[in-house]
């Protein structure tokens, strides 16, 4: 399942959502979601990686991903952010799929660590008034900590962050952490989602 083929971009702007995601799940496990022996950032052995760039840079991947994340968002947000370099592409997608659906989100990158030159931000993106709702935005959740770093840095820029959203929860402590941090917190799919897709699809292969 290491095909990057996928149909054509423009069903994925019109599908109903519940049929997008499904489509997502298919691109998901094609792409992204691979079995072995990996380490991952955190440190922590696992018989599983996903690659969540291979998806949210995929061209119908972006727009689905967007699409869903828009739908997800609480009415009052007006601004989505993330920590770098994962949340880049989500932020944008949200962004531009909401601006073609009539909804102004301002895509935020929160930076790892401030810029060297210049204003030494941490945030990028359009300066907004101070007590902005943002909604945090994160490919994969493990343990929580990066979207929680993003979520520290707009805090203390002034503003409201009460909900992080995620492309995928790895359900390895990450949802715990957000509710002990009072934060909503949701994903499109949980890691059971994408292990039984793959089993089937790779079934259907066989």
Same mark, same amino acid.
């Given at each position: 399942?290491?095909?990057?083929?996928?149909?054509?971009?423009?069903?994925?702007?019109? #599908? +109903? #959502?519940?049929? =997008?995601?499904?489509?997502? =799940?298919?691109?998901?496990?094609?792409?992204?979601y691979k079995?072995?022996?990996?380490?991952?950032?955190?440190?922590?052995?696992?018989? %599983?990686?996903?690659?969540?760039?291979?998806v949210?840079?995929?061209?119908?991947?972006?727009?689905?991903?967007? @699409?869903? =994340?828009?739908?997800?968002? +609480?009415?009052?947000?007006?601004?989505? /952010?993330g920590?770098t370099?994962?949340a880049?592409?989500?932020?944008?997608?949200?962004?531009?799929?909401?601006?073609?659906?009539? @909804?102004?989100?301002?895509? =935020?990158?929160?930076?790892?660590?401030?810029?060297?030159?210049?204003?030494?931000? %941490?945030?990028?993106?359009?300066? #907004?008034?101070?007590?902005?709702?943002?909604?945090?935005?994160?490919?994969?959740?493990?343990?929580?900590?990066?979207a929680?770093k993003?979520?520290?840095?707009? @805090?203390?820029?002034?503003?409201?962050?009460?909900?992080?959203? /995620?492309l995928?929860? @790895?359900?390895?402590?990450?949802?715990?952490? %957000?509710?002990?941090?009072?934060?909503?917190?949701r994903?499109?799919?949980?890691?059971?989602?994408?292990?039984?897709?793959?089993?089937?699809?790779?079934?259907?292969?066989?």
């Amino acid at each position: 399942m290491n095909s990057t083929h996928f149909a054509p971009l423009s069903p994925v702007t019109t #599908l +109903p #959502l519940s049929a =997008l995601r499904d489509r997502l =799940l298919d691109l998901i496990c094609q792409t992204a979601y691979k079995e072995g022996d990996f380490v991952l950032s955190s440190g922590q052995a696992s018989a %599983y990686y996903i690659n969540g760039k291979q998806v949210t840079l995929h061209p119908a991947g972006g727009v689905m991903v967007g @699409r869903l =994340l828009l739908a997800a968002l +609480p009415p009052t947000v007006t601004a989505v /952010a993330g920590l770098t370099l994962g949340a880049d592409p989500l932020v944008t997608a949200v962004s531009i799929v909401g601006f073609y659906e009539g @909804r102004s989100i301002t895509p =935020l990158i929160v930076r790892k660590e401030t810029k060297g030159h210049g204003t030494r931000a %941490y945030i990028e993106g359009p300066a #907004l008034p101070e007590g902005t709702p943002v909604t945090v935005l994160e490919d994969v959740v493990t343990t929580g900590q990066s979207a929680w770093k993003a979520v520290e840095r707009l @805090r203390l820029a002034g503003y409201q962050v009460e909900t992080v959203l /995620a492309l995928v929860d @790895r359900q390895q402590g990450g949802a715990e952490f %957000y509710r002990q941090q009072g934060l909503n917190f949701r994903a499109l799919f949980g890691i059971r989602d994408l292990q039984a897709h793959y089993g089937a699809m790779a079934q259907q292969e066989s």
